[in-house]
């Protein structure tokens, strides 16, 4: 069950991306074409558990980024040229 707090996902430059509910499914696309949904759980306004690893908002971004992995809310559709659902 959800506690009503909002996840606030940013680029590793702390810009705002997009706000997840608690509890709810984060999309991970790869470079590669391959895709993967990873639970999320609110911990604090920085940190967030992902698939069952607290991380720090910022570094995650930092590694997605390095990583070359997009990074969105399941429910959002991927519209080709779209900048804003975490393409750093």
């Known amino acids: 069950m959800s506690s009503g707090k909002l996840i606030c996902f940013t680029d590793s430059r702390g810009k705002s ?11 991970l ?3 590669n074409g391959d ?11 920085e ?5 069952g ?4 908002i910022r570094q995650f971004a930092k590694q997605m980024e390095k990583n070359g ?5 399941m429910s959002e ?9 975490g393409k750093i």
């Open 53 to 56: 690893k607290c991380r720090n």
């Open 77 to 85: 559709k991927k519209h080709k040229g779209d900048r804003t659902y």
């Open 47 to 51: 940190q967030v558990e992902i698939d």
């Open 17 to 27: 991306l997009f706000s997840l509910p608690d509890s709810s499914f984060l999309c």
């Open 35 to 45: 895709s993967s949904c990873a639970f999320c759980r609110y911990h604090s306004e």
């Open 69 to 73: 992995i997009q990074y969105r809310p």
């Open 29 to 31: 696309e790869y470079g």
